[in-house]
């Protein structure tokens, strides 16, 4: 790989052409000739009349703004199609044009079969890691804190007869559920940290599997290490911005409930009518939080693939998907549904176990097997997730942005070296 393919998303120079969004990895295509706004002589690094592949210029589309018909990105200059073409290129695991919803989920598994070394080897490395922190501190609390408080429970108490009268008092059910809230809390914040650095770092091996490479683990590590403080604060403020949502949307539903509870007083039809505005706020929560979540499921391949900041990303996301939301919602949908049924099947045997546990040891047993398959569970399902997700963003750039030109251009150049 030569020095200017040190990052998919920055083929050529590290710098976006000025006047344009950010660049899908940078992919850049300065024109040699100087653009309106840019500075007389064209961009500093790029040969005259050649791209950073050695490719010839691209000229700009008649009529196009910025002299480009597919956005960003020109159509190659005198480039017809070659002789015997018959379709668009595929030099890796989707075909370089718009794809249907299909072949975004079927590019995922294709994106995880490419590259196994590095899908499933960073995914059992990294969600490795976090099922043995996971099961250590699981372990270490239940034995210091929940096993003295459940043990009561399960020898004589409501567990182990629940038709006489419970023996464990509220002090003793008390620690116990404390100290498993807290130990599912620490388990999340496992969890959240290692399949954030998992995503990023999945999202460039897709990226590089749709040209048609196979990028190593350290050659992935190099592209993303730089992302990954920026990603956390990216996970951060959109948790941020989806909780005010919800403490908006609820407030708005809660005047209203009580506002109509006020107007239509006591009797039955007004209980009735309450119920109906409760049906109504659920629904507006469950809509108004889901619109969110899928214009800001981008951001994450705009800010690990353009190399943007958070807030940058945000809005490249929503702008990429701007007026395919329920394209873009069917996407992740279907694939929620796959990781769903994967997820569920793993977990299935653990929840009938917990219907013969009759002793303290065999239940703390059982929830540390439990948490450390419920962790790799996701070393399954967050390397296709994340394909699905990078996928999608390419696929709508493609639709809006001619960047199916620009990859089939680095392609070629990549099986030319």
């Known amino acids: 790989m030569s020095e200017q393919q040190g990052q998919y998303g920055q083929y050529g120079s590290s710098r976006p052409t000025p006047g344009q969004p950010g660049q899908y990895g940078q992919y850049g295509n300065p024109p040699s000739q100087p653009q309106p706004g840019a500075p007389s002589g064209g961009q500093p690094g790029w040969s005259q009349g050649q791209n950073s592949w050695g490719q010839s210029q691209w000229a700009p589309a008649p009529g196009a703004p910025g002299g480009s018909g597919y956005g960003q990105y020109g159509p190659a200059q005198g480039s017809g199609a070659p002789a015997g073409f018959g379709g668009p290129p595929k030099p890796g695991i989707i075909p370089l044009r718009p794809l249907s919803v299909?072949?975004?989920?079927?590019?995922?598994?294709?994106?995880?079969?490419?590259?196994?070394?590095?899908?499933?080897?960073?995914?059992?490395?990294?969600?490795g890691v976090a099922a043995l922190l996971t099961t250590v501190v699981t372990?270490?609390?239940?034995?210091?804190?929940?096993?003295?408080?459940i043990d009561p429970l399960l020898t004589g108490g409501p567990f182990a007869d629940p038709f006489g009268d419970p023996a464990a008092s509220a002090s003793q059910v008390g620690p116990a559920l404390l100290a498993l809230g807290l130990t599912l809390l620490i388990s999340l914040l496992f969890t959240w940290i290692a399949s954030t650095i998992l995503t990023g770092l999945l999202m460039h091996s897709t990226s590089q599997a749709v040209i048609g490479r196979t990028a190593s683990i350290s050659e992935i590590w190099r592209l993303a290490r730089g992302q990954l403080l920026r990603l956390f604060a990216l996970t951060i403020v959109e948790a941020v911005i989806l909780f005010t949502v919800y403490v908006v949307v609820i407030a708005a539903a809660a005047g209203a409930i009580g506002g109509a509870a006020v107007v239509l007083g006591d009797g039955p039809w007004s209980i009735v009518a309450i119920l109906l505005l409760v049906f109504v706020a659920i629904l507006a929560v469950v809509v108004v939080l889901g619109f969110f979540v899928i214009r800001l499921a981008l951001a994450t391949?705009?800010?690990?693939?353009?190399?943007?900041?958070?807030?940058?990303?945000?809005?490249?996301?929503?702008?990429?998907?701007?007026?395919?939301?329920w394209r873009l919602l069917g996407i992740l949908l279907l694939a929620g549904i796959i990781v769903a049924i994967i997820s569920y099947a793993v977990a299935i045997p653990f929840s009938a176990a917990f219907m013969f546990v009759e002793s303290a040891e065999a239940l703390?047993?059982?929830?540390?097997?439990?948490?450390?398959?419920?962790?790799?569970?996701?070393?399954?399902?967050?390397?296709?997730f994340a394909a699905v997700t990078a996928l999608a963003y390419i696929d709508l750039r493609m639709r809006k942005e001619g960047l199916d030109v620009t990859l089939a251009q680095s392609a070629e150049a990549q099986a030319g070296e």
Do not use: C
Not at 139 to 149: E, K
Not at 302 to 311: D, I, V, W
């Open 102 to 127: 299909g072949e975004v989920l079927d590019g995922a598994f294709r994106a995880i079969r490419a590259n196994p070394k590095a899908t499933f080897g960073l995914s059992l490395l990294i969600m």
């Open 139 to 149: 372990a270490a609390m239940t034995y210091a804190f929940a096993l003295p408080a």
């Open 301 to 325: 391949p705009s800010l690990m693939l353009e190399r943007l900041g958070p807030l940058a990303a945000i809005k490249r996301g929503w702008q990429v998907s701007r007026k395919h939301f």
């Open 364 to 384: 703390t047993i059982l929830l540390l097997v439990q948490t450390a398959f419920s962790v790799l569970a996701m070393a399954l399902t967050t390397p296709y």
